[in-house]
């Protein structure tokens, strides 16, 4: 039972004011979504950061929802979409974790695209997205790539992540947003 207390506990010091683990579904995304408006207006937040704080929000759920690879460690039938996401507050600013399996041939793909972002500023970002707006090509998830340029525009910060080898075929996708006031 201590543990359960120091997972309480280490949530309660980080303010975290949402979190989840198991496998993204659209039914699940809908309900995170409303709980999360709920808390925002509960909070009394400005109308410019909750709008911001949603968006960003709705970008990093639909991001797990559509981009996370299933893993297959039991067995070659049985395969999961697991994912984790928190969200919380802490000085005057957001923070929304996600956290997902990949294969490890998606890595170096998903790293350029995630540090070219990086280098951007904001008028940069602006033209970067309009450019793979127009530009139609379509991710083998059928995105477009236009979800992580939209959350560092929108958040206004460069996009912390980083992978974790897990074994020789998966890594652990970890991408944490933060939303100042």
């Not at 309480?8 to 010091?13: L, V």
């Not at 995170?32 to 109308?47: A, V």
């Not at 956290?99 to 890595?107: A, H, L, R, T």
């Not at 970002?125 to 979800?147: D, F, I, P, R």
Request: hydrophobic share 35%; proline share 2%; net charge negative.
């Amino acid at each position: 039972m201590l543990d359960i207390y120091d997972f309480y506990d280490k949530m309660e010091r980080n303010n975290i004011m949402l979190s989840f683990k198991g496998d993204i579904t659209s039914e699940l995304l809908t309900s995170i979504l409303q709980i999360m408006e709920s808390k925002l207006d509960n909070l009394q937040e400005e109308p410019k950061i909750k709008k911001k704080v949603y968006n960003v929000l709705v970008e990093c759920l639909q991001n797990l929802y559509h981009h996370m690879d299933e893993v297959d460690w039991v067995g070659p039938n049985d395969k999961a979409r697991a994912a984790i996401f928190m969200i919380g507050r802490v000085d005057n600013a957001y923070n929304i974790i996600t956290g997902n399996y990949i294969k490890g041939d998606n890595v170096n793909g998903l790293k350029s695209r995630l540090d070219e972002i990086n280098k951007l500023d904001k008028e940069q970002l602006k033209e970067y997205y309009k450019q793979v707006l127009n530009n139609g090509e379509m991710s083998q998830k059928g995105g477009g790539g236009l979800g992580m340029i939209d959350i560092a525009r929108k958040s206004g910060q460069k996009l912390n992540y980083s992978f974790l080898p897990v074994d020789d075929k998966y890594q652990f996708f970890s991408l944490n947003i933060k939303i100042a006031q």
